[in-house]
């Protein structure tokens, strides 16, 4: 990928400010493509390469992880729960699901790449628990089997479980 788009998407989740500690994390998930096996995961695809045009970036290759995360802690902020004081919290959203991947703990200092590969492939593959432990979006009361629910209807239980939604 193209250096200006890379600065320009860790702007949107403020890495300058962590560049040094998560660098590795970083580039995995940008060597990483994002798949999908549930039905309208393939939004969540769009969401991410839909920054490509954004930021003017020629790049052309399948959706990373990395873009798919950012994109959907984008729209998370511009359609669900943006600040009524137009503060953009992209950056709170994106290291939510950082936080509840389980990779937050993997920078540079103590970054594995075992680990974060199989911890990534666990959620791509959806072999994570039923209430989504192991994925983006982990449920204290989940209706359903979160293998089997498209990605935004679990970020908006998630949503609902976590944050006062108006």
């Known amino acids: 990928m193209e250096d200006l788009y890379l600065e320009q998407l860790y702007d949107l989740i403020k890495l300058d400010e962590q560049l040094l500690d998560y660098g590795l994390l970083m580039e995995y998930l940008t060597e990483t493509e994002f ?65 509840n991947l389980g990779l937050d703990r993997y920078d540079n200092r103590n970054f594995k790449y075992d680990s974060v590969d199989f911890i990534v492939k666990r959620w791509l593959e959806r072999k994570y628990r039923a209430d989504g432990t192991g994925g983006l979006f982990p449920l204290k009361y989940p209706v359903e089997n979160q293998k089997d ?18």
């Not at 629910?149 to 108006?166: K, S």
Request: net charge negative; charged share 30%; glycine share 6%.
């Open 35 to 99: 798949v999908w096996f549930v039905a309208n995961d393939d939004n969540r695809a769009r969401d991410g390469e839909a920054l490509r045009e954004k930021y003017g970036s020629y790049y052309r290759g399948p959706c990373t992880v990395l873009e798919m995360l950012i994109g959907l802690a984008s729209r998370v902020e511009e359609n669900i729960m943006g600040d009524p004081n137009d503060v953009d919290h992209t950056d709170f959203w994106f290291w939510a699901m950082i936080n």
């Open 149 to 166: 629910v498209e990605i935004w209807f679990q970020m908006c239980e998630w949503l609902n479980e976590n944050y006062e939604i108006e």
